[in-house]
């Protein structure tokens, strides 16, 4: 389709619950990309795959986040032992590529809230 | 690391008045884009700039890149309701494939 798929648009987690983040990216679109959206509006970038490969993974807080592309299955996102500061709306993208021709296209977000 | 700035933070206009979005960077930009989030919803992609002093417009909107690719502006004609909502830039820097979001402007639009 020519939307990004994100599901579930809300998600309530007690503080130190699991949580998990889909994201079905364009069809043809190579790369995925996660950011997170704080109050105040701030993006913070989070992680990028080009189809199935981690592209740049420096925005990760490696301790408690992971996320994978896997063939035929949507993206994902997921925070082991959510913390009250997780709490944010989190943004999939994809894009056809890198280059200079090329925008993201954004999903409509899961908005994650720990209480 | 790359920053971009992003000023004003937010601007109240009545309907009709013009409205202007200023985007800075720490480092030259290969490219900056524009995108629009409406309240509750998610940022849509606007424009695309690429080259030094470049000028686009889209209907009331318009965009510039400038001379040195560091800095950019959105400037909306006459606004209407229809243009509330927070406006990001992003720009790429170098071989640095990364968008880095600025902090966006909240336009609201008093009718």
Known sequence: ?115 | GQQVMQIPQYQHVQEGEDFTTYCNSSTTLSNIQWYKQRPGGHPVFLIQLVKSGEVKKQKRLTFQFGEAKKNSSLHITATQTTDVGTYFCAGRGGSNYKLTFGKGTLLTVNP
């Open chain 1, 1 to 115: 389709g020519e939307e990004v798929a994100q599901t579930p648009k809300h998600l309530v987690r007690g503080e130190g619950q699991k949580a998990k983040l889909y994201c079905a990216p364009i069809k043809g679109h190579s790369y995925v990309f996660w950011y997170q959206q704080v109050l105040k509006n701030e993006f913070k970038f989070l992680i990028s795959f080009q189809n199935e490969n981690v592209f740049d993974e420096t925005g990760m807080p490696k301790e408690r986040f992971s996320a994978k592309c896997l063939p035929n299955s949507p993206c994902s996102l997921e925070i082991q032992a959510t913390k009250l500061e997780d709490s944010a709306v989190y943004f999939c993208a994809s894009s056809h590529g890198l280059g200079q021709d090329y925008g993201y296209t954004f999903g409509s977000g899961t908005r994650l809230t720990v209480v």
